[in-house]
């Protein structure tokens, strides 16, 4: 018998955010692991003919994927919905702010929280600048790809970072409707060159396991509202 999908719980505290977004694993595997540089650079590649950002120009790359069963249409929308609560983010440890309410420029700091301390701005996460929204598909698109792009600065990370939604492709044995891709190029203290690589790794680490489980949660909100609008 087929189970139902269910949509994942709202964040509670910052206890059960811990737990969710930093402790639990997704039983899926979502991190794209390049096997050698070639194979790194390709997929680089494939991303600057999409977004038109070469992503080689920054120190890491992080990418993530996640097949969901509802079309990518209906994937960006429910992209486009977010407001900064979700239950797909933990909003108790990164409180998002919306400026001017648009997801133009976008503010994240860490528990809320604003006040700086001896003159730093210690809670501060990161800052994130509108590039470029893709609503509908380039007229030379085959797969119906929309994304959102930012330039990404301020805090931990510096570079870019993108939400990316493709219809799946069969012949890559892609079995849902569509991907959901993640990715973020980033440097410790916002340097593209720096020697702080213990930190790098420990912020890599911690950004792997909470992109995975943001993905893991929004593939369920997705299915369980394209599953009941279906019913209707």
Not at 61 to 78: C, K, Q, T, W
Not at 158 to 186: A, C, D, N, T
Not at 193 to 201: S, V
């Amino acid at each position: 018998m087929r189970r139902e999908p269910e949509a994942p719980r709202f964040s509670a505290n910052t206890f059960t955010d811990i737990y969710h977004y930093l402790i639990h694993k997704p039983s899926v595997k979502t991190l794209i692991k390049h096997s050698n540089s070639e194979a790194r650079a390709e997929i680089s590649k494939s991303i600057l003919q999409r977004t038109g950002v070469n992503v080689e120009n920054y120190k890491m790359l992080n990418l993530h994927r996640i097949g969901i069963e509802a079309p990518a249409s209906y994937v960006f929308d429910e992209l486009l919905k977010w407001s900064g609560e979700s239950n797909c983010w933990p909003n108790n440890l990164a409180r998002v702010n919306l400026q001017n309410d648009q997801l133009d420029q976008i503010k994240i700091h860490l528990f809320g929280i604003h006040k700086k301390i001896a003159g730093w701005n210690l809670f501060h996460l990161f800052d994130l600048s509108v590039i470029r929204i893709q609503s509908v598909p380039a007229p030379s698109d085959f797969d119906n790809a929309r994304y959102l792009l930012y330039e990404c600065k301020g805090g931990y990370p510096i570079g870019i970072f993108s939400m990316y939604v493709r219809s799946s492709i069969p012949e890559g044995k892609e079995k849902e409707m569509s991907q959901l891709f993640s990715l973020v190029s980033f440097n410790f203290y916002g340097r593209k060159k720096t020697g702080f690589k213990l930190m790098n790794r420990v912020w890599e680490a911690i950004h792997n396991r909470v992109t995975a489980n943001v993905v893991w949660r929004f593939k369920q909100l997705c299915e369980y509202k394209f599953n009941d609008f279906k019913s209707k």
